[in-house]
């Protein structure tokens, strides 16, 4: 695809605070339809580069064109095109579910009518009829998040820019809003997200990128990244405390590639069970194993490292 039928295209793109710079010269294309990732650990520019598309915060170098416009020059026009649904919910507490949609959809200047029609579809497109007179305060985590997805659509967005849109949920409401995300997909809507979950990106991203201190270290799909990235399979050997030390030197040559960790051994392999006869010929007794398929999340740990980034 062309870059001019791109929705949202970087070539360049900078953003500095002072002496620091979050966002270091990235070239990113996202096309009509898609559900495109942001992934990368804390501090990586993935917010910055979310608030910069969204008009809500200008580059500093670099460019930078959604729908084809420059966000300097055409940001109301951009902003009106754009459904947002923020890391953290910003519902107002005071209003009822209902009204919450109702005093949104003024914004863009929808007539009452419209307002209620459109409230009344996105209650059941979220599954909260049945609350639509209750306050926001007594809503769970997961129907907030459901309502703030509801809000971000009162204005039919072609675009959709949602950062972690469900961190702090249960699995059941995750679940539901990765179905509801889906069908908006399905309708033409082209998702942007950024996520912390592994299992979420594989399962809502047609391709994504993998940021690190401010500059894109991988790009592709998910399957693209786990066969460039990792192995087919991993083999997980857990040990006692203290018996670990000198086995991996012991297990050399057996995958592709090992990493040691304070409870257990990864070796990453083309076939888990085979390898796993190989330890056993070797004399290596570990207290449990696991053969597991390679994750997105193999992926990322070796591409941005273990450590903790505050």
């Known amino acids: 695809m062309s870059g001019d039928a791109a929705l949202v295209q970087a070539r360049g793109l900078r953003k500095r605070f002072g002496a620091i710079e979050a966002v270091r010269g990235i070239d990113v294309e996202v096309?009509?339809?898609?559900?495109?990732?942001?992934?990368?650990?804390?501090?990586?520019?993935?917010?910055?580069?979310?608030?910069?598309?969204?008009?809500?915060?200008?580059?500093s170098s670099g460019e930078l064109q959604v729908f084809g416009m420059d966000p300097d020059a055409a940001g109301p026009r951009i902003r009106a095109r754009l459904g947002v649904v923020p890391q953290q919910d910003n519902l107002d507490t005071e209003l009822s579910v209902r009204q919450n949609l109702h005093v949104y959809g003024r914004y863009f200047g929808m007539s009452?009518?419209?307002?209620?029609?459109?409230?009344?579809?996105?209650?059941?497109?979220?599954?909260?009829?049945?609350?639509?007179?209750?306050?926001?305060?007594?809503?769970?985590?997961?129907?907030?998040?459901?309502?703030?997805?509801?809000?971000?659509?009162?204005?039919?967005?072609?675009?959709?820019?949602?950062?972690?849109?469900?961190?702090?949920?249960?699995?059941?409401?995750?679940?539901?809003?990765?179905?509801?995300?889906?069908?908006?997909?399905?309708?033409?809507?082209?998702?942007?997200?950024?996520?912390?979950?592994?299992?979420?990106?594989e399962q809502l991203c047609d391709r994504?990128?993998?940021?690190?201190?401010g500059v894109i270290v991988a790009e592709g799909s998910p399957s693209e990244l786990i066969a460039r990235y990792s192995t087919r399979e991993v083999l997980e050997l857990r040990f006692r405390p203290g018996e670990q030390p000198g086995?991996?030197?012991?297990?050399?040559?057996?995958a592709e590639r090992a990493e040691e960790l304070p409870d257990r051994l990864l070796l990453y392999t083309a076939d888990g069970e085979l390898t796993l006869s190989a330890v056993h010929e070797r004399g290596v007794r570990p207290v449990s194993?696991?053969?597991?398929?390679?994750?997105?999340?193999?992926?990322?740990?070796?591409?941005?490292?273990r450590s903790l980034v505050d």
């Open 31 to 59: 096309r009509p339809a898609e559900a495109f990732g942001f992934l990368g650990p804390n501090g990586a520019g993935k917010s910055s580069t979310m608030r910069m598309i969204a008009c809500m915060s200008p580059r």
């Open 208 to 213: 994504l990128v993998v940021m690190d201190n």
């Open 112 to 201: 009452r009518a419209a307002v209620r029609e459109k409230a009344a579809e996105l209650l059941d497109f979220v599954q909260l009829t049945d609350r639509a007179a209750d306050a926001v305060e007594k809503l769970s985590g997961g129907m907030k998040r459901r309502l703030t997805i509801a809000r971000s659509l009162v204005n039919d967005p072609e675009l959709m820019l949602l950062d972690e849109p469900t961190t702090g949920l249960d699995p059941q409401a995750r679940h539901l809003l990765w179905d509801r995300l889906f069908r908006l997909k399905q309708q033409g809507v082209t998702l942007i997200i950024t996520t912390h979950y592994m299992d979420e990106a």
């Open 289 to 305: 194993v696991l053969v597991r398929r390679s994750t997105l999340e193999d992926v990322f740990l070796r591409l941005t490292g």
């Open 247 to 254: 086995w991996l030197e012991q297990l050399a040559g057996l």
